[in-house]
């Protein structure tokens, strides 16, 4: 079965017949990559160690990229860094009930873009923030208080 070529698909069919224990780390470094509509990346590098278990293939994976992004206080647009690790075990037929993308395909070739993706995801702030300290737009003239001062600066709303 042909699959269709994917950045971060890995052939483990390498360890279907090496002892338990063998493992080898596959290195993954690209200035640009794409992993979703709304998921360009750049800076991006990682490692997954492949595993072989009694069940299956162990990856332990660990990636860092950046994303562009806009701050939520002063809009700009910012480079926000992620990342993320995990350990997910691809069973052998046979050796158990698994979801389909968790089962070692028959080929060997595991895809991790899904993966990759899920786990980057999770990383991304719910509220970014272009630094801790952003002090965001003035409510009343929408001037970037980071870049200058307003004439608000002191403003207090009564009630």
């Not at 979703?36 to 994976?61: H, W, Y």
């Not at 089962?103 to 070739?109: C, I, S, V």
């Amino acid at each position: 079965m042909n699959q269709p070529r994917t950045l971060l698909r890995v052939n483990a069919g390498f360890l279907l017949n090496q002892p338990i224990g063998t493992f080898r780390d596959i290195h993954f470094e690209f200035e640009q990559i794409h992993l979703d509509p709304e998921m360009d990346l750049t800076a991006f590098n990682g490692v997954v160690r492949l595993n072989r278990t009694p069940q299956g293939v162990l990856a332990i994976g660990d990636f860092k990229a950046d994303m562009q992004a806009e701050c939520v206080r002063c809009l700009e647009p910012y480079l926000q860094p992620l990342h993320a690790s995990f350990s997910e075990l691809f069973l052998f037929k046979g050796h158990g009930l698994a979801e389909p993308g968790q089962m070692l395909p028959d080929d060997g070739n595991i895809n991790f873009t899904p993966l990759v993706w899920e786990y980057l995801n999770l990383d991304i702030p719910i509220k970014p923030l272009c630094r801790k300290d952003c002090r965001g737009l003035c409510v009343m003239c929408g001037t970037n208080l980071n870049l200058e001062e307003c004439e608000h600066q002191n403003y207090i709303i009564e009630e």
